[in-house]
């Protein structure tokens, strides 16, 4: 992708353009994995359904050669979709440090710039509104009325809806997400590992977006 913009040093520097587009390009590949699940789930077999019969044989209830087509693009899929979520994530830091730079003369800012900067960037952009006992949520330590400002590579910058959380989610079962949160005015921050639990879901959290 072409970038716009140098630097003094010759470097080139990321625009908010180059942002957008990234999350134009994360967003179709977003479309693309929920289309290939919809395959697997329309043939009810899933990500890691068998495809063989008892006897070993392959299945005839199913076409196995679309299930397998699927799951193999689910799986680049996938690749493509945490190398592009990094690459948004490291061009929204830039522009970040780059705005704090040029706001670094200013001898007023003291230590409060630092914070103005990460608001600006980093607001929160969904709540949790309910969390159930005993769940990875609740372990994880989050709290009902946790403003959400980071959730694994989601944050302020590229969050457009719940199914980006989702889709960070399904993503990360049995891993560790670094979820970021505004909690009585001060911030925080948790490790959430998605997982199976007794209960419904991955997380055992009801989050709703923040209407800005």
């Given at each position: 992708m072409k970038m716009t913009g140098e630097n003094s040093a010759g470097n080139v520097e990321i625009t908010m353009d180059d942002v957008k587009n990234l999350m134009k390009k994360k967003d179709e590949i977003e479309e693309q994995i929920k289309a290939y699940y919809d395959v697997l789930e329309d043939q009810g077999v899933g990500v890691e359904g068998s495809l063989v019969d008892p006897e070993g044989f392959p299945r005839g209830d199913v076409n196995v050669y679309q299930i397998r087509t699927a799951r193999h693009s689910i799986s680049c899929l996938q690749n493509d979709h945490k190398d592009v979520m990094k690459e948004i994530e490291e061009s929204l830091h830039q522009l970040h440090a780059r705005e704090k730079a040029k706001q670094g003369g200013d001898a007023s800012g003291g230590q409060e710039e630092p914070m103005e900067q990460q608001v600006?960037?980093?607001?929160?952009?969904?709540r949790v509104d309910a969390v159930t006992q005993g769940s990875p949520a609740c372990k994880a330590g989050l709290r009902v009325g946790d403003e959400v400002t980071e959730f694994g590579s989601v944050n302020t910058g590229n969050f457009q809806n719940l199914q980006?959380?989702?889709s960070?989610?399904?993503?990360?079962e049995g891993k560790p997400l670094r979820v970021a949160v505004i909690r009585d005015g001060q911030r925080a921050q948790v490790s959430l590992t998605p997982q199976r639990w007794t209960g419904r879901g991955l997380l055992g959290c009801n989050i709703v977006p923040i209407i800005q």
């Amino acid at each position: 992708m072409k970038m716009t913009g140098e630097n003094s040093a010759g470097n080139v520097e990321i625009t908010m353009d180059d942002v957008k587009n990234l999350m134009k390009k994360k967003d179709e590949i977003e479309e693309q994995i929920k289309a290939y699940y919809d395959v697997l789930e329309d043939q009810g077999v899933g990500v890691e359904g068998s495809l063989v019969d008892p006897e070993g044989f392959p299945r005839g209830d199913v076409n196995v050669y679309q299930i397998r087509t699927a799951r193999h693009s689910i799986s680049c899929l996938q690749n493509d979709h945490k190398d592009v979520m990094k690459e948004i994530e490291e061009s929204l830091h830039q522009l970040h440090a780059r705005e704090k730079a040029k706001q670094g003369g200013d001898a007023s800012g003291g230590q409060e710039e630092p914070m103005e900067q990460q608001v600006t960037l980093h607001a929160p952009f969904a709540r949790v509104d309910a969390v159930t006992q005993g769940s990875p949520a609740c372990k994880a330590g989050l709290r009902v009325g946790d403003e959400v400002t980071e959730f694994g590579s989601v944050n302020t910058g590229n969050f457009q809806n719940l199914q980006n959380i989702a889709s960070v989610v399904q993503h990360s079962e049995g891993k560790p997400l670094r979820v970021a949160v505004i909690r009585d005015g001060q911030r925080a921050q948790v490790s959430l590992t998605p997982q199976r639990w007794t209960g419904r879901g991955l997380l055992g959290c009801n989050i709703v977006p923040i209407i800005q």
